[in-house]
């Protein structure tokens, strides 16, 4: 088995799969590194979801080749959220992009895409053990087993990889829009899906922006991006054709598979009946839901720790598992939306607040409602 | 709550954004939805006659009732009728929404209209996109400075689902939302009356959610006088939900409670609010490390089963089958008088108790024996 060096250690795929030995002399001779295309383990490449905190929670980022569907809550807009990041992430890494929305004009919303934040200082801080004054304050910390000898060797390379890991994915400022200019190199294709009887319209598109992607051949295949947004919404014209867009996204995931892109699907659940509703689910490689948290509500103000950050929650339900049968095991798949100083999203495991036991009601015990009162099928 | 949902259509809409819209939500258990749908329309209208909404007039689609009826109700409730004629119109698809008058042959039966001008007959219901440039139109014809605003109110979106599709229906909501004249607009739906599926097309569409649940629900097998109470409780009275989608991207839920006194329209604030809670989204770990003061004091005051309690007194070897009993020679001897002034001074101390029941009586007192030396491995 010929395991190379990976320049990235990540944690959370195993070492054990098989990656090409470059030093082989009947290894084909490596392509240049594409920007923004991380190679993984098993021969998958990643692109980066836009938002550093989702690419380390599903171990590495999207999958290239694979449909990642987001499952919006009728009640917030926080699917737009990522699919801003999404987009932003494509045109700084000068990726072709295809966005459709059922918006009359969706260039519209190109002016909402947020701009890279331009240092890392911020950045460094937030990593854990960079910082300089907390190593201090930890010395003043005794522990008796010596644990920090193993965690120093680990700390070293995180150095180095800051500098390639700001290659792969950046951290967006959403309250700065993307400048103008970053838009006019760009192969930017946008779709208006709301009049349209059939999906035909939205499906030639497709076909013809994967099929652009891989003509130009040569050593450089761009890695692509498609973006959906709210495909099944009530106001497009198809959206009582149920099966038509099932089949829409079946033959949309075929199409993808043996291409170099990336497909984010949003689709309201709330809007399809549920057999359909599950269909859909069924379909997505990654499958991930926003959902949207009440508003001052005491209950949930004392259970959770930073619940006044709090933009919103995503669930992470599915992660793609194409050419390997290594899952990615997720320590936690409940994150809550923050905004870091109301610009970068970072999403954050559910902090419980430590409970006051004489208050009587034990966890177990406490009201089993779910959140929003018109009880929605996924209830996870 | 009620008042926070008028004033949001008082506000209407911020510069950019899609305007805020309101569904009205009722069921045949609980159909008091026509009633509050008046009662915003026409405290609306009064904010609109009085100046003191973003709109400068509205738009009222009437499906279900006569143009004259708002009219009456507007006489009803004491608005003045300059002020509402001039910024009020009605679109009305109530009289002859298919145009079916004009292909009568007989066409000097036709009546005549009494209607003011304030009323526009609107014939083809069937076609959507004529039925949005005649809001429009409408709404263009009222005046302002600046630019001007209008509302739109619907009378019930359910009558204009039996004539056309779903997805056309919504087309149209999403369209006047996003035209940036329409201040706000609202309307209302029974629920029963289309599939789940049209219901959650529309809370899809709108900013707010307002709707009404019966006071009792109804029980399976009811008798005759149940459920004579229960439909005159739910004629009278109702619960008023309302789900507002807010800004920052969280959800409001509120709760009152409705009261229909003479046909006018009370809100109350609700007698029981229940607490939701969303259980599956923690994990379950539940431990509280800090001890409050009076957990403190009664872990002081807990006995502990030392034989040597350190103040002085002789070693006593306590059996655990028998309760500690002091100056007792004898074990086996229990005097009733002592075993209960000790219990009762246990009592005392309401949840600090520790049995200690010894290994055996060959035990020293207070030997840091460790058990596990007698092992022989």
Redesign the interface.
Known sequence: MATAKDPNPRPVRTSSSFSRNPSSPSAAPASPPVPGVKPGPSGAAFVSSGIPDLDKILGGGFLLGSVVMVMEDADAPHHLLLLRNFMSQGIVHRQPLLFASPAEDPRAFLGTLPSPVSSSKEERQRAPGLDPDAKDKEKGLRIAWQYKKYFGERQVPELHNRGIEQDFSNDFDLRKPLERQMFRTQQIDCVSIQDTANLAVLHEHCSTFLSDLTRNEGCNVNAGRIAIQSLCAPQCGYSELDWDMVSFIRSLRAMIRCSNAVAVITFPTSVLSPSFSKRWQHLADTLLSVRAMPDEDKELAKLLTGYQDMVGLLHVHKVSQINTQVPVILEATTFSLKLQKRRSLILERLNQAPVDASSGTSYATSGSCSGSSKGSPLDF | MAETICRSLRDGSLEGEQAPALTIKDSLQSPLGSHVFDHFLSTLVSHISAGRSQASGLVLVAFNRSPSFYLDLFKRKGLDASPVDKSFRILDCFSDPLGWKDRLVDSASAEKSILKDSATVFKNVRDVNKLSSSILDLGNGFIGEGKVRFAVAIDLVSNMLRHV???SV??L???LR?NDRISCIFWLIHSDLHEP?AS??????STMVASLEPMMQSSDGQKTSGSLLWLEENSRKAKF?V????R??????LYEELHMEQAEIRFEAASSV?????????????F???L?DKERADRSNVVLPFEHQGNGEAIQIYDGRRSLSEGQKDPHLMQPSAFSHKMDAQSNNDKGEIHYIRDSDDERPDSDEDPDDDLDI
């Open positions: 599709s779903l997805p919504a087309g909501l999403n369209n996003s599926r959650a097309a529309l809370e899809y569409i939900h789900r507002l989608k807010r920052n991207g969280r959800v409001k839920l229940k607490t939701i809670v969303d259980q599956n989204l923690l994990p379950r770990v539940q509280n490390l800090q409050s």
